[in-house]
C-alpha cells in the first residue's frame, strides 16, 4: 500500500501540462460543439419564442384598440338612437296635438252646424204654432161673433162662453 500511495504522490508532485493542454482542447471542442449544437438552436427557440411573444403582445393591443373603436361606434350608435326616438316622440307629440285641434275644431263647428240647425227649427216651430195659434184665434173669433149675432149676451156669458171655447181649443191640442 505504501508504494501505491507513493506513485500517487510523485503523480501529483509531477506537472503535465499535456494533459492539461489537452483537458484545454477537449473543452474548446466541447464549447464550439455546445455553440453550434446546443446553444445555437437554445437560441433560435429563444428569439423565435420571443417573436411569438411580441406578435402575441401587438395581436391583443390591436384587440384592445379595435374593441375600443367598436365600443366607441356602439356608443355613437346608442346616441343617434336616442336621438332619432326623441325626435319621433317630439313629432309624435306634435302630430298628435294637431289632431287634437283638429278634432276640437272639427266638434265645434258641428256643434255650431246642430246649433244653427236647432235655431232654425226652433223659428220654423215658432212660426207654425203661430200660424196655427191665428187661425185657432180667427176661427174663434168667427164663431164668438157668430155666437154674438145669434144671441145677446150679458158679460158674464161672454166670459162664460170664451172660457168654454179656450177650454175646447186647450183639449183639441
Known sequence: MLTSN????AAAAHFNGGDIIYQLV?????LAL????????LMGIMKEREQHVASEIEAAEASRKEALQYLEEQREIVKQSRTEAAQLIENAKKQGEAQREDIIN???????????S???????????AVAALREQVASLS???ASKVIEKELSVADQEKLINEYIQEVGEER
Open 118 to 128: 236647432a235655431k232654425r227649427e226652433i223659428v220654423q216651430e215658432k212660426e207654425k
Open 106 to 116: 272639427q266638434a265645434r263647428a258641428e256643434a255650431e252646424r246642430v246649433k244653427e
Open 6 to 9: 507513493f506513485v500517487l504522490g
Open 26 to 30: 477537449v473543452f474548446i471542442v466541447l
Open 34 to 41: 455546445l455553440k453550434k449544437f446546443a446553444w445555437g438552436p
Open 142 to 144: 168667427v164663431m164668438i
